[in-house]
């Protein structure tokens, strides 16, 4: 059966107010994300008529066509049916209570209650109930139009009895429960505390006409509040109180007190209300409300107000993303440059002047009205206060709220746009221009750095920075120096995707981090080599104008298109090519800010606090966020909860079905995380126990599938996470088996294999009979096989290293064994010579005997050369007519030896040339003592043959050196 682990989300207060601001200040009402949500995106009617959230996560719209359920992205519309057991779609109010339970109730006194995924109908109340509460007993109250409250008892065996009328005579609207267990109605007659059996009244004080009490609620401290037709009053139960005295006439429907102590309340003509620090503010039709009539007020587990009106819903968020615009003091919208001066004060430069902020109010830096003129750059001083760099009037210094001019165009400046400003550890002061850049040394000389005169890549500087090293970093719009001891080194940059704009600077020990138009580069200081984080590393866009490190793992990017958030440690292995990807989530618009526009091309176009806050200059104010307030939607669990399992095509309640039909091929599971801050971003992973062996990762993905399972015992569970939060435990569990078809089953499938091995055993014996008769037939075949390859093969081994007419060594056998013969008399420093043998005239003979006569006349001179050599492995046919020899010895002894030879050819009696004429060779001699290796002695004794043809034949010639070659 199903078991939702579900750690509820604590409650948290997100941390809304600027960094150097008193957290204790709320955040103003027009400073919260605002959502709104209408028929058309959804809800099936506009009039929101009660709020709630069940322990499941989902929150719950009562609307006059239904109720909808909304998971954060979609809404699901209940109503009349079967399904609920609802009499009308008509709902006023909802109950959440334990144990996932919900209660609805509305038009013709119809109720239901769902537990879990099950809906039941309920006797129905006398007429439309406005409101319900379930006590701390179980015992069920409800407050009825016209007729007051009704009791209904909870029996002990867990039903409820019929209802006792407690209240009548007048419309009851709704319900409290105070800790101590006291039920207070409210009324059109009134506020009434009412027991099972009697009922009292409490007097507000005498306000002039009939008081009516619409809504109630408890404060933190246990106190009763009260939404009445004379305003939001308090009762600690003694006395009331009112909360605001200019409310009197003031119509309020709805009220509650949200964690930080804030009262909201809705009024029925002028919108929402909010006292917070005992200020009032209101927000109606005109700045963003659906409608001014507000009908009910709820706060959910994270934070947000949801308001329901009679024109839609709205919720109240405080996004982690913040904008200072003209609406909040800032002098102009479009801010180019910020500087934080102290941990209570930072500059704001935009296009029409110079702004302060101070204890988180935006005013006029100054009120001097030179302070009017578009701001481009800051850099801090040392006496507390900044130089300013202007778009048209040089630079100014901003010092005990006064600005006063120090250089421009007719004291030195190149040109009086001034988009870079940086004072060095030297206390030099150093002014980026379209022109080039200019150095102001303490005395006040000005030295000028430009394309022209140095090795600056560009005039048109845009961000200047200091390393550790004293190196000043200049980006410009086609390139990348640093100056040293006034020297300027170009760092190119082009070979990196082309990369040619260099906008901001973040520099860390070891490391420059360059903002450009193709990502961002880091410099390594020690190896001089760069790397990219760009596009080949999935960063969808090229261009960004600041990096900011949070201090907390992560860097922030500014762009045109938003703020992208990226993994420090990710980027130093991309840069480092150590991994090719990088992970990012992109923030825009619907995070909190203005505009998604950040601005670049001035410098410092963002910056981090002392206190951790984060400011980026954008095209529509100063967006401000402190990265702890993401990391706290990371810090506790999100509820997950299955939307829907199907079986195959067949949709299954959780609740009341575990077990999946035999044959079952697909189950399917759609999930939601119920995380209303940042929905679309949520991540989900999940686990089937008994399939995976480890998590599977589902991105932003809500539906998982698994395929052909195996019958068999399976756990689903799905965990949820906001982008760079840690998985919880808060993981959703259904337990479920897959039945296993007939043939599926242990004892058909034990029977199965029982017969299966019979049968196979019978195969075997029968083919192990056929393979013993056939044993002995084959082996006796594959020994003449066998026998006649091996003869086969030494034959072909034999023919293709012998001569078929002398059956001598043919020249391939001899060279090898001249070439072993050669190498081991080298090495034993031996002398070896060869004699190379041609019959003479031999053409004659085959010419006027035949070629039968001239083999055998081979044949007799083979036998003789083996005959008088002695070693068949010494002689060789060489080829033809011509038969080579090994002899140990030098090529002298060589020719002593084969004179004899010589003349014992000459006196051959051949009987194949019948006594007509005899034959004679000429021998050509060499030695190892004139060549290298082996092809050279045979090159040198073929030379030697040649000699003695030369000479006459019929004689041995030896290799000389001073034989022409």
Known sequence: MLDIRIAWLICFAILSTFSFTSHATALKLADYYTDVWTSVDGLPHNSINAITQTDDGYLWFATWEGVARYDGLHFTLFGRGETTGMKDSGTRTLVADSNNSLWLAGARGSMALRKGYQWSNQANAASLVNHALVDQHKNLWIAVEGLGVYYR???????????????????AYHLAQSSSGDIFAATDNGLYRVTPKSYHKLELPLLGDRTRVYSLAFDHQDRLLLASNHGPWRYDGQQFTRLNNTLDHVITTAIIEDREGNIWFGTSTQGVGRIANHQLEFKNANSGLPHNRVISLFEDQEGSIWVGTNGGLIRFRNAAFQSFTEQDGLIGNYVRTVLPINSKQVLVGTSQGLSLLEDGQAMAATQDPVSRQGILSLAKNHQGGAYVGTYRNGVYQWQNHQLQQLWNEDSGLPHNEVRALLKDSHNNLWIGTPNGLVKIKPQGEMQYFTKQNSNLPDNYILAIAEDEFGKIWVGTGVGLAFIRDDKVSNVPIHNLEQAQYAFGFYLEPGYVWIASDRGIIRYQQHTQQMGLVGRPAGLPIDKFFQIVNDQQGSLWLSSNRGLWKISYQQAHLVASGQQKQINFELYSEIDGMASSQANGGSNPAAAITEQGQLLFASAKGLISIQPQDLAIFSAHPLPVTIDSIQFDSQSISPDTQSIAPAGTNLVRFIYSGLGYVMPKRLQFRTKLEGFDREWSYRGTQRVAEFTNLPPGSYRFLVSARYPY?????????????????????????????????????????????????????LTEQVEIQVKALREQSAQFERLSNEDALTKLPNRRAFDANLSAQFSQCSQQQQPISLVVLDIDHFKSIN?????????????????????YVGDTNKVARWGGEEFTILYLGNQQQARDYFQALLLQIQAMTLDA?????????SMGICDSDHCDDYSSLLKLADHALYQAKHKGRNRIEIYNNNQPQ
């Not at 065996?157 to 009548?168: K, R, T």
């Not at 006027?848 to 006349?857: E, I, Q, R, T």
Request: hydrophobic content about 45%; glycine content about 8%.
């Open 153 to 171: 008892a909870r029996g002990k065996d867990g039903n409820y009895l019929p209802d006792v009328h407690i209240l009548s005579g007048f419309s």
């Open 913 to 921: 040339l019948k006594g007509k004429r005899n034959i004679t060779v």
């Open 847 to 867: 010419d006027n005997y035949s070629h039968l006569v001239g083999d055998k006349v081979i044949q007799a001179l083979a036998t003789t050369l083996v005959d």
């Open 725 to 777: 939060g840690e998985w919880n435990d808060s993981n959703f569990i259904y337990q479920f088996k897959i039945e296993p078809l007939f043939w599926q089953r242990r004892e058909i499938q034990a029977l199965l294999a029982l017969l299966l091995l019979l049968v196979i055993g019978g195969m075997v014996y029968f083919r192990i009979y056929l393979l013993k008769r056939n044993e002995e037939r």
